[in-house]
């Protein structure tokens, strides 16, 4: 009997718990969340999601409405991320005066986790020697005067190529995007392998492939994640984004290990033959292998490099809405939709 009691007392005491725990974590959530904090002003914040049913498709748009509102500088609650959003001239120049150190790094997507974070440069998690020689590397060898001018030649014959497939595409509905973005991708990839990925007939399988591959990378590292917003669900990869990216790495790791080896194989040629002047220019891939950089970094820094540079495009208006636009092009390449 007494034994009865006992276990009776104890569901009771259980159930009890059970009931009350729910509501003493609102309550803890709803203390943390409303407490002072040192923050610029911002809209009122639900718990646990903070603002995210506010952020809406166009993110941009909807923090310049709120920056109207609340003012140059403001804050913003995305799951458990604080955001603070400088939409001013003067609060952006005041922040990076103050606090450029902490602001130089990047925060990485989750889906991007499966690279190593010390081959980064855009979203290198912090400004260490390795970000260092990256950038100087980018700086000069890509993106200094010099090296602009030296392209030159190369930006005039991928524009030469592409005016060439319009001509023979007269009177045919073209992709304009595609045309578009396969030119200005295959500038990218002679930049670094002095090699064409893509091609704009669209016969290449491997350059398919490749092309989707890529695409997939990006479309990852910009879907709304879960892990992004809780952090602490993150080892979960609820939306297996993570697992994803990782499978297209290895894919394109396999295609660019490809020239990887090549290259290592020609320069190891060159090097037996004495006294033998090469008067070909470099490439960032040559530039890469003159610092010891592994295959591995090289691989993860070329599709890093690659998708700062499809993001760039879509945030430039090339990839803008996602809409497959199809365009016919007529004697004069005035552009009509066909859609």
């Known amino acids: 009997m007494e034994l009865t009691a006992y276990f009776m007392e104890n569901t009771l005491l259980y159930s009890f718990f059970f009931i009350l725990a729910p509501f003493f974590l609102l309550l803890i959530t709803y203390k943390y969340y409303n407490t002072k904090k040192n923050l610029p002003p911002g809209p009122p914040q639900l718990p646990i999601i903070g603002n995210l049913h506010q952020m809406g498709k166009k993110p941009h748009v909807s923090t310049a409405i709120f920056a109207k509102k609340y003012g140059p500088l403001i804050s913003l609650r995305l799951g458990s991320q604080q955001l603070v959003v400088a939409s001013s001239s003067q609060a952006a120049m005041e922040i990076l005066k103050t606090q450029d150190r902490h602001l130089s790094g990047r925060i990485m997507p989750d889906s991007f986790q499966v ?21 100087a590397l980018s700086r000069v060898e890509i993106f200094s ?3 602009i001018e030296a392209q030159s030649n190369l930006r005039n014959e991928k524009l030469a190529q592409m005016l060439d497939f319009l001509n023979i595409t007269e009177g045919k509905v073209v992709k304009i995007e595609e045309v578009v973005f396969t ?15 893509l091609d704009l007939n669209g016969d290449n399988t491997n350059a398919h492939w490749l092309k989707k591959a890529l695409q997939k990378t990006l479309e990852n590292s910009m879907i709304p ?15 297996g984004l993570r697992k994803d990216t990782l499978k297209q790495l290895n894919d394109v790791s396999s295609f660019t290990g490809i020239l990887i080896k090549e290259r290592r194989d020609q320069r190891a040629s060159l090097k037996v033959i004495k006294d033998v002047v090469v008067t070909e220019e470099k490439d960032f891939l040559d530039h890469l292998l003159d610092k010891n950089f592994t295959d591995i970094q090289i691989n993860v820094l070329v599709q890093k490099r690659v998708g700062e540079y499809q ?19 007529d004697d004069d390449f005035q552009i009509y939709y066909c859609v």
């Open 145 to 147: 005067a010099k090296a």
């Open 183 to 197: 030119t200005l991708f295959n500038t990218m990839s002679n930049i670094l392998f002095s090699k064409d990925f």
């Open 311 to 329: 993001k760039a495009s879509v945030m430039s208006g090339l990839n803008g809405n996602g809409d497959d636009h199809v365009f016919k092009m």
């Open 115 to 135: 690279f190593p974070k010390y081959d980064g440069l855009v979203w290198a998690p912090d400004c260490n020697e390795h970000w260092k020689i990256l950038r």
């Open 225 to 239: 994640n879960v892990g992004d917003f809780f952090p602490i669900v993150r080892g979960l990869d609820l939306q």
